[in-house]
C-alpha cells in the first residue's frame, strides 16, 4: 500500500514537472515541444491522479491556477516596498532634461540607460516564498494594492515555483548581499529560496484576444471595454477566477526584489536573470550608453507600435545600475532614476452627425454615433460606438456636438469625451438624443427589462434579429458558411414578391404586390435552399456559379463539430470558449437540452448566470423544435472524436511551426490565414524572433520583412503559403 502510494506521488511529481517545462516553453519562449493535444493528455492524467488522491494536491501544482469558487472581496495588501509611479515626458527636449538632470545628480557624464517598452496595462506584484507563490497584488495607490492572488495565478506565464536553481546566483559572496558600484551585472551574494523574493511586472491582454473578447462581448450585447488597459484591470479586478482564465492576460515582467532590495548590480542584468528563472521578460529592450541612443529606440518603438500584437503608451526609460538608482533616490511619487517617454494618444476630434440605432441578434437596441469622418491613425472613422443609453447619458453628447475619440486595440473607435468648450455659441446646433420606444427594423414597441441598461425588441419575428442570428450562424468561427454574407441574408429574410407564369408580379386588390414568406426564417431552413436554388440564383447579385457556391458551403456546415454549432446558436453569453467547453462536457446537443441548471453550473468555468441563460435557451418551445428540424436535416448535433475530425481533412502537417503574418494578402483576411495555420497545428505569433519557421509576406510589408531577412528566415509569398497549405 504505502508503496503505491510513493508510486503515485513519484508520478504526480514527474507530471508536474514535465507540464511546468511545456509551460515554460509555451508560454515564456513561445517554443513549444508538444502539441495540444498531448499537452492536454499529460494534464488530464495529473487531474485524474489528484482527484484520487486529494491529500497530494499542493498549491503550485499546474490543476492549481484556476480557483473554482468567486472571491467575496479582495483583502488589502501593503507593500513591503512601495510600487512607485513614473514621471512622464512628451518630448524628446523633456527627456533630454531629464538626462541632464540625472548626469548632475550622479556628477558624471556618462550614464549607462535601459530603455524598455511601457505596455499599456496594470502594474501587479508576485511574491514567491520558499519558491512557491503565495501572493499576487496589484498596485493599488502604491502603498496599499489589493491581493488578488487567486487571478494573479492564472496568468499562464507566470511561474507557480521558481526552480531553486534557475534563480540561483553564483555563490561567491555567501550571503551578504552587498553591490558593487556599476559594474557589469556581477551577481553578489546567493538568493536562498528562503528569501521572500518579489517579481514585478505589467499584466496586459494581447491585441488580439482583446479583439476576440470584445467580438465575444457584442455578440452577448455587452459594452465592449474601451481598451486594452481597461479590459485587463477589469479582468484583474474579478471576483472569479474563471472569468479571469478564460480571458488570456499575459505579463511583461521588470523587476525583481530580494527581501526588499534589488539583488543585482544592473538593471539589465536582473532583467536578464529573471528571464532565465524562467519569467517573461519582454525581449524589445536596450541596453543605451547615451540618451540619444535612448532617442533612436523611442522613434524606432514608435515605428513599429502598431506591429507588436500589444499595446504601447511609451518607453521607460532606467538607470542601468542599482548603486545610482539608490543615490539619486525617488520622491514620494516616482522615482528620479526613471522616466516615461510617453507617445501621443491615438485620439480624434470630429463632430457627432447623427446618432443610429442598430438591433443586435437578442434585440439590443445599440445607439452608433455617425462621425464626420477623420484620420485617426491610419484609418479614416465615421462611426463609433456608444453603446446604450446609459453611456450617452454619462457621457452628456448631443448630436451636433464636438466629441473626443479613441482607436485602442486596432478595433472600433470609441467615443470618450464631449468637447464641451465647443459648444459655446452654438447651442442651436445641438439636439438630445431619444432612443425610440419602437424598434427601428420592425416597429414593435420595445421593452427595457428589469435590472438591464438595453432597450430590447422582443419580437421573435424580428427581421433585424434574424439577420443578427443568421450572420452569427454563418460566421467563421461558427458554422463556416462563408458566401452567406449580409446582403444575401437580407434578401434571403425579406419577403418575397410572387410572380405569375408570364413572370409578372401578382398584384393584390389594393394594387400592392402580394408577397410570400421569405425564403429562410430560421437557421434550419438554409438547408432546404437547394430546393429554392433557382429563385437563389435569381437574386440580386447572385447568379448560378455563387448560388452553388453557397449551397456547397451549407451542404459542408452540416458536418462541422460539435462546438462550432452551439457558438453558431447564439444563446446569451456563449461565446466561442464556452461553446467548446459544452461541447467538450456533452456528448450531443440532446444531452446539453436536457441538462439541468444545477449540472451546467458544476461545470468548471461556467457560472451561474450562464447556466440560467443556456437553460432558458434549451427550454424554449421554439428553440426545441428548431434543434430537431435541424437534426432532420442532417446538421450534425454531436461531438466527433479526435480521429474523425482529423479524418474531416484537418491534416496537422503544421505541427510545432511557428509563422509570422505581415501585410495585406490577396486571398486571406488576417484572421482566416491565422485559422488556418492553426487547424494545422501551427502557431502565429506577432513578432519575428529566432524561433520563427515562416514569415508570410502579403503587400506593404512592414519592418517584420527585414528582421526576417536580418535573421534569415525563410519568407513566404502568397502562393508560396497557398502551396504549403495544401493548394
Ligand atoms: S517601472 C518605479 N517598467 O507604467 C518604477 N513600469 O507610469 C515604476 N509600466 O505603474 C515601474 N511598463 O504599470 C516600469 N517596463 C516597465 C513598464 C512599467 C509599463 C507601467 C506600470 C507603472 C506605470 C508607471
Known amino acids: 500500500m504505502a508503496t503505491d502510494k510513493a508510486k503515485v506521488r513519484a508520478e504526480i511529481d514527474h507530471l508536474r514537472e514535465t507540464i511546468r517545462h511545456h509551460d515554460e516553453r509555451y508560454y515564456v519562449l513561445s517554443e513549444p515541444e508538444i502539441s495540444d493535444y498531448e499537452y492536454d493528455e499529460l494534464m488530464n ?28 472581496g479582495f483583502p488589502e495588501y501593503r507593500h513591503r516596498v512601495p510600487m512607485l509611479s513614473l514621471d512622464n515626458s512628451y518630448s524628446v527636449e523633456e527627456l533630454k532634461e531629464w538626462d541632464q538632470r540625472v548626469r548632475r545628480g550622479a556628477g558624471r557624464e556618462i550614464i549607462e540607460y535601459v530603455a524598455e517598452l511601457k ?81 514585478r511586472g505589467e499584466v496586459y491582454l494581447p491585441a488580439e484576444e482583446f479583439r476576440r473578447l470584445n467580438a465575444e462581448r457584442a455578440e452577448q450585447e455587452l459594452p465592449p471595454f474601451a481598451n486594452p488597459r481597461n479590459a485587463a484591470s477589469g479582468t484583474m479586478k474579478s471576483l472569479d477566477a474563471r472569468v479571469v482564465a478564460g480571458r488570456k492576460l499575459d505579463v511583461f515582467c521588470y523587476d525583481v526584489l530580494v527581501d526588499g532590495r534589488k539583488p543585482l548590480a544592473t538593471h539589465w542584468g536582473a532583467l536578464d536573470r529573471l528571464a532565465r528563472a524562467g519569467f517573461r521578460v519582454n525581449p524589445t529592450r536596450a541596453l543605451c550608453s547615451s540618451i540619444e541612443e535612448v532617442m533612436a529606440f523611442c522613434e524606432k518603438m514608435g515605428d513599429e507600435r502598431d506591429d507588436l500584437g500589444y499595446e504601447i503608451d511609451g518607453v521607460v526609460v532606467k538607470v542601468n545600475s542599482t548603486a545610482l538608482q539608490e543615490e539619486l533616490g ?66 452628456g453628447v448631443m448630436i451636433g456636438d464636438y466629441v473626443l475619440i479613441e482607436k485602442a486595440g486596432e478595433i472600433i473607435p470609441q467615443v470618450v469625451k464631449v468637447i464641451e468648450s465647443k459648444r459655446t455659441g452654438r447651442k442651436a446646433e445641438l439636439r438630445p438624443f431619444v432612443m425610440p420606444r419602437h424598434c427601428p427594423a420592425c416597429g414593435e414597441e420595445v421593452v427595457r427589462l428589469r435590472g438591464e441598461v438595453a432597450w430590447r425588441c422582443v419580437n421573435s419575428a424580428c427581421p433585424a434579429k434574424i439577420r443578427a442570428g ?42 400592392e404586390p402580394v408577397k410570400k414568406a421569405p425564403l429562410v426564417a430560421d437557421f434550419a431552413d438554409l438547408y432546404h435552399l437547394k430546393r429554392h436554388r433557382d429563385e437563389l440564383i435569381a437574386l440580386e447579385r447572385m447568379g448560378e456559379k455563387s448560388a452553388d457556391n453557397v449551397l456547397a458551403q451549407i451542404d459542408e456546415s452540416r458536418d462541422n463539430d460539435l462546438a462550432r454549432l452551439i457558438y453558431g446558436l447564439g444563446i446569451r453569453h456563449v461565446g466561442e470558449r ?64 479526435t480521429g474523425e475530425a482529423a479524418a474531416a481533412g484537418e491534416r496537422r502537417n503544421f505541427e510545432g511551426k511557428q509563422f509570422v503574418l505581415t501585410g495585406k494578402l490577396e486571398g486571406f483576411t488576417r484572421d482566416g490565414a491565422k485559422e488556418l495555420i492553426e487547424r494545422r497545428g501551427g502557431r502565429v505569433t506577432s513578432s519575428v524572433t529566432k524561433k520563427t519557421d515562416y514569415v508570410v509576406v502579403g503587400d506593404d510589408p512592414g519592418s517584420k520583412l527585414d528582421r526576417a531577412r536580418e535573421l534569415g528566415i525563410m519568407t513566404l509569398d502568397e502562393t508560396a503559403f497557398r502551396e504549403l497549405l495544401g493548394g
Not at 497584488?137 to 536553481?165: A, F, H, K, M, W
Open 470 to 511: 443568421l450572420k452569427l450562424f454563418a460566421s467563421r468561427r461558427a458554422m463556416r458558411i462563408e458566401g452567406l454574407g449580409e446582403a444575401l441574408i437580407e434578401q434571403l429574410v425579406s419577403p418575397r414578391i410572387d410572380y405569375d407564369d408570364e413572370g409578372k408580379p401578382i398584384l393584390a386588390k389594393d394594387g
Open 119 to 199: 505596455v499599456d496595462g496594470l502594474s501587479i506584484s508576485a511574491i514567491y516564498k520558499n519558491g512557491v507563490m503565495t501572493k499576487g497584488v496589484t498596485r493599488g495607490d502604491g502603498t496599499i494594492g489589493e491581493d488578488v492572488t487567486p487571478n494573479v495565478r492564472t496568468i499562464r506565464s507566470l511561474p507557480l515555483s521558481i526552480r531553486r536553481e534557475a534563480f540561483q546566483l553564483p555563490s561567491g559572496a555567501g550571503k551578504k548581499r552587498r553591490r558593487e558600484h556599476d559594474g557589469p551585472a556581477a551577481d553578489l551574494g546567493l538568493i536562498s529560496m528562503e528569501d521572500e523574493i518579489e517579481v
Open 578 to 641: 464556452t461553446a467548446q467547453i459544452l461541447a467538450g462536457a456533452f456528448e450531443s446537443v440532446d444531452e446539453l437540452m436536457e441538462a439541468s441548471e444545477e449540472q451546467l453550473a458544476e461545470i468548471f468555468e461556467i457560472g451561474p448566470v450562464v447556466a440560467e441563460s443556456i437553460h432558458e435557451w434549451f427550454h424554449e418551445p421554439r428553440n426545441r423544435e428548431l434543434i430537431g428540424r435541424l437534426k432532420e436535416a442532417g446538421v450534425n448535433t454531436e461531438r466527433k472524436s
Open 45 to 72: 492524467r495529473l487531474r485524474k491522479l489528484e482527484e484520487a488522491h486529494p491529500e497530494l494536491i499542493s498549491p503550485d501544482s499546474p490543476t492549481q491556477r484556476v480557483a473554482g469558487r468567486p472571491a467575496e
Open 330 to 395: 525617488s520622491t514620494s511619487k516616482a522615482p528620479r532614476w526613471a522616466v516615461a517617454y510617453k507617445y501621443p494618444p491615438r485620439q480624434a476630434t470630429t463632430i457627432l452627425r447623427d446618432i443610429t440605432v442598430q438591433v443586435g441578434r437578442i434585440g439590443t437596441l445599440t445607439p452608433v454615433a455617425e462621425l464626420e469622418p477623420v484620420l485617426l491613425a491610419g484609418t479614416t472613422v465615421s462611426r463609433a460606438s456608444l453603446h446604450n443609453e446609459d453611456q450617452i447619458r454619462r457621457l
